[in-house]
Nanobody, 123 residues
Framework: EVQLVESGGGLVQPGGSLRLSCTASGLTSDDYAIGWFRQAPGKEREGVAC????????LYSDSVKGRFTISSDKAKNTVYLQMDSLRPEDTAVYYCAADLGRPSLLVRAFGSWGQGTQVTVSS
């Protein structure tokens, strides 16, 4: 069973930075894509960034491109989301997700999910 644990959320001022971590266990191969998603109150969950198994294949949503960076440390089974130049509209619960296959920003492409970590951007 794949298990994902997110950490690193918190309260930050606009323009600030946070780094989220997603530590995975139970992965049965190296062919997993790991994605970051977020869900704001009253809104649907949306894809933010995704890392393919080759780690050179990365996807970003238009809303975070140039501000967020996804990366990984395979030795630690951890995927990171570095979030810079944060805006109030980035406030949401952030989830990581994993599944076999190509990287994607579609919620339906992922079958394993973490419990989420809250990110609040406010002055």
């Amino acid at each position: 069973e794949v298990q994902l644990v997110e950490s690193g959320g918190g309260l930050v001022q606009p323009g600030g930075s946070l780094r989220l971590s997603c530590t995975a266990s139970g992965l049965t191969s190296d062919d997993y894509a790991i994605g970051w998603f977020r869900q704001a109150p009253g809104k649907e969950r949306e894809g933010v960034a995704c890392l393919g198994s080759s780690v050179t294949w990365k996807l970003y949503s238009d809303s975070v491109k140039g501000r967020f960076t996804i990366s990984s440390d395979k030795a630690k089974n951890t995927v990171y989301l570095q979030m810079d130049s944060l805006r109030p509209e980035d406030t949401a619960v952030y989830y990581c997700a994993a599944d076999l296959g190509r990287p994607s920003l579609l919620v339906r492409a992922f079958g394993s999910w973490g419990q989420g970590t809250q990110v609040t951007v406010s002055s």
